[in-house]
């Protein structure tokens, strides 16, 4: 599958919001002034994207810190942009007076996941990680099914690499959370009777 294409000229990104189908698939995304069409994900991807939201909304939402958005458009510093994940944290997810959540999200997102996908380009993934944590996001993951590596961004920091006996960390967003590296790319493999499932590390948190 080809990297994302770039379509069409610069414009505005006020231009590009008022464009007519951006979020319908195949997404699309405003960055540096051109559009982008966002990859369809395949099944790791979209796997590890669902376990993921399931993994840190079961430590988050007891607590009443926020919440996993999938492919969420988030607008900011004059971009447009759909991460495989964006986390809010409860105080930035916006409502209206009866309580109900608004859709535009005007601001980065608190944790910023990409996951890869086959021949999708991990160094355009990170740049967007990385233009993220420069501009208000706290914490950003970069995730490789292929590579079996999660590298962690955060501001003013060059990314760093989690070895495998490693633990995924939300902090400072989500203090106390934790995710073994195994256990996360442990969800890949198919669990059918008879056959024993990969050890894990006792659910999210501590």
């Not at 988030?74 to 859709?103: K, M, N, V």
């Not at 950003?140 to 590579?147: Q, S, T, V």
């Not at 633990?167 to 059918?192: H, I, N, S």
Request: charge should be neutral; hydrophobic fraction near 35%; proline fraction near 12%.
């Amino acid at each position: 599958m080809a990297s994302p294409a770039r379509v069409g000229k610069v414009m505005t990104l006020e231009e590009f919001l008022r464009m007519p189908g951006i979020d319908e698939r195949p997404y699309k995304e405003f960055i540096d002034g051109r559009i982008e069409t966002k990859m369809s994900p395949q099944k790791k991807h979209s796997l590890l994207q669902k376990q993921l939201v399931n993994h840190a909304d079961a430590f988050s939402k007891p607590r009443g810190l926020g919440e996993s958005f999938p492919e969420l458009r988030c607008t900011f510093a004059d971009r447009s942009i759909i991460p495989g994940i964006a986390f809010l944290l409860d105080e930035h997810i916006e409502t209206d007076e009866d309580g109900e959540i608004l859709d535009p999200t005007p601001r980065p997102p608190d944790i910023h996941v990409e996951v890869v996908s086959p021949e999708q380009s991990a160094r355009k993934c990170g740049a967007k990680l990385a233009f993220s944590t420069a501009n208000g996001c706290p914490l950003g993951c970069l995730i490789n099914p292929i590579r079996r590596t999660v590298h962690v961004y955060r501001p003013g920091r060059p990314p760093q690499q989690i070895p495998a006996d490693g633990y995924l960390e939300g902090d400072p967003v989500l203090p106390g959370y934790r995710l073994a590296v195994a256990e996360l790319f442990g969800w890949l493999k198919v669990r059918r009777p008879g056959r024993e499932s990969p050890p894990t590390d006792g659910g999210p948190g501590r």
